[in-house]
C-alpha cells in the first residue's frame, strides 16, 4: 500500500463543525492524493489527505501541502486504541525510495 500525491497544491481551509463547542469551528487543510493498495483495484482511491485540523484558522492557513510524489506507510502508523480499535495515523508516511517507487508504479 502506498500514498501518491500527484501535485504539491493543497486545498483551500474548510471549517468543520466541532460538536464540543459549536461556538468554535475546526479549520482544516487537506491535499488531494492517491492510495494505491496491492491486490486491490487496478485503480487508485482518490481522497483529501488532513494536512491539519486546528481551532486556529492561522495554523491552518499556514499548513504546507507534501511533496509531489509516493510514500508509504511507517511501521508506527499503526497501533491499538484504549478503546481496543486499531488506528492508522496517515502522518507518518515516508517517501519511497527510487527503486520502489518505479517497482509501485
Not at 33 to 55: C, I, N, Q, Y
Amino acid at each position: 500500500m502506498y500514498i501518491e500525491f500527484e501535485t504539491e497544491q493543497r486545498m483551500p481551509t474548510e471549517q468543520e463543525a466541532n460538536f464540543r463547542d459549536p461556538n468554535k469551528p475546526y479549520f482544516v487543510a487537506k491535499q488531494e492524493a492517491l492510495l494505491f493498495v496491492e491486490g486491490g483495484s487496478k485503480h487508485p482511491d482518490k481522497f483529501e489527505f488532513r494536512l491539519a485540523r486546528t481551532l486556529d484558522a492561522n495554523e491552518a492557513n499556514a499548513a504546507r501541502p507534501m511533496p509531489a510524489g509516493k510514500y508509504e506507510l511507517k511501521d508506527s502508523a499503526f497501533g491499538v486504541s484504549g478503546f481496543k480499535n486499531i488506528n492508522c495515523d496517515f502522518s507518518e508516511l515516508t517517501p519511497m525510495k527510487n527503486q520502489q517507487a518505479h517497482k509501485a508504479a
